[in-house]
């Protein structure tokens, strides 16, 4: 089955503690994407990559590092975690050759206390 | 600056009526727009989607129209059913930078009442 996994589902750490959360396709894309879903504010983009070693910041890239050493994988690293990153995160993938449509994983809620 | 906007946070419908989602733009270069549907505790899905050669697309009770004009799209369902209560969200890409970077709007949640 054709599907984004991004793991851990949720979240729960304190403040200033490192953590990473996994991202991995199947479908053999060459865009990944990191977003956060904040409540009125829709998904707004962290981080963006369009192949292998290829990243970029996207409109909310504070906080958060990213590294795309394999094409399935696409981590998302928050090296010191504060309480405003407490947030609904979703990795996404897409291929030019799907017109665009992004296939997006199930989501992490992560809260930083 | 927000540079795609949906007005209506929430809209409320009775099944079997058609349901009208808008969303407008500010960028002239978004030359793809897409409607992603979301339920609670799962990723958004891709629902449909139209490039700016078009001014519609279809797919079943989906259709998108746009008006690159008024820099205006709209997602119509007809006729909608209970199933269809969620978050839509609109979104745009600009393909000449040589990826589908995606700028989407806040949402609008559709409540389609039995």
């Known amino acids: 089955e054709a599907q984004v996994t991004q793991n851990p589902r949720y979240l729960i750490t304190v403040t200033g503690k490192k953590l990473t959360v996994t991202c991995s396709q199947n479908?053999?894309?060459?865009?990944m994407s990191w977003y956060r879903q904040d409540p009125g504010l829709g998904l707004r983009q962290i981080y963006y990559?369009?192949?292998?070693?290829?990243?970029d910041k996207g409109d909310v890239p504070e906080g958060y590092k990213v590294s795309r050493k394999e094409k399935r994988n696409f981590p998302l690293i928050l090296e010191s975690p504060s309480p405003n990153q407490t947030s609904l995160y979703f990795c996404?993938?897409?291929?030019?050759?799907?017109?665009?449509?992004?296939?997006f994983g199930s989501g992490t809620r992560l809260t930083v206390v | 600056d927000q540079q795609v906007k949906q007005n209506s946070p929430s809209l409320s419908v009775q099944e079997g009526r058609i349901s009208i989602l808008n969303c407008d733009y500010t960028?002239?270069?978004?030359?793809?727009f897409l409607w992603y549907k979301k339920y609670p505790a799962e990723g958004p899905t891709f629902l449909i989607s139209?490039?700016?050669?078009?001014d519609k697309n279809e797919d079943g009770r989906f259709t998108v129209f746009l008006n690159k004009s008024a820099k205006h799209l709209s997602l119509h369902i007809v006729p909608s059913q209970p199933g269809d209560s969620a978050v839509y969200f609109c979104?745009?890409?600009?393909?000449?930078?040589?990826?589908?970077?995606?700028?989407f709007g806040k949402g609008t949640k559709l409540s389609v009442i039995p």
């Open positions: 990559s369009m192949n292998v070693e290829v990243t």
């Open positions: 139209i490039s700016s050669i078009k």
């Open positions: 996404a993938s897409s291929t030019p050759r799907d017109g665009g449509g992004y296939t």
């Open positions: 979104a745009a890409a600009y393909s000449g930078a040589g990826s589908y970077q995606l700028t």
């Open positions: 960028n002239s270069m978004f030359d793809y």
């Open positions: 479908m053999n894309h060459e865009y």
